[in-house]
Each structure stands twice: as structure tokens, then as C-alpha cells.
């Protein structure tokens, strides 16, 4: 999906691809070849949620960000 410019803002169109909720998962704007042949896949939300463990949230959530922000960098994913 594309997100329309907003040219008052100076902001261009954009692609989302993702909610991040079990990592970088495939979408329409990600590929997952060389060098990204894969990325981290974490449980459902349910389980990680039942874990009480709120470092353990913030690091899946930190984890998922950078290697998305990784993908788009190399160009294989929100292009």
C-alpha cells in the first residue's frame, strides 16, 4: 500500500508494508533475498504477553525496528 505526498509537508510518498507484531513478515514491499534472506520471527503478542516480561517486549520491539530500518536501508523492504 501507498501513502499518498503530503507536498505542504514536504513529505514524498511512501510504502507500509508491516505492523511488526512477529518481526519484518513478508509484505508487498519486502523481499527477502540476498543480503536480507530472512529476518527474526517472534511468537504472537498473546504469548510474549504472558510472559510478564516488559524488557523482554521493549527488546523484540527494538530488534523488529532495527532490522526493518536494516531492510529498508539495503532497499529490500518499504520501497
Keep these: 500500500m501507498w501513502a499518498n505526498a503530503m507536498p ?8 507500509w508494508w508491516n ?10 514491499g519486502v523481499r527477502f533475498e540476498p543480503p536480507t534472506r530472512n529476518a527474526t520471527a517472534f511468537p504472537e ?7 510478564w516480561n516488559r524488557s523482554l517486549w ?8 532495527t532490522e526493518a530500518r536494516a531492510m529498508h536501508n539495503l532497499g529490500t523492504a518499504g520501497q
Excluded at 505542504?8 to 510504502?15: A, D, K, L, R, V
Excluded at 505492523?19 to 508487498?28: I, M, R, S
Excluded at 521493549?58 to 525496528?65: I, K, N
Design 58 to 65: 521493549r527488546e523484540v520491539g527494538a530488534t523488529v525496528a
Design 19 to 28: 505492523e511488526g507484531l512477529h518481526g519484518v513478515a513478508g509484505g508487498p
Design 45 to 51: 503478542p498473546i504469548g510474549l504477553a504472558t510472559s
Design 8 to 15: 505542504s509537508t514536504h513529505i514524498n510518498s511512501y510504502q
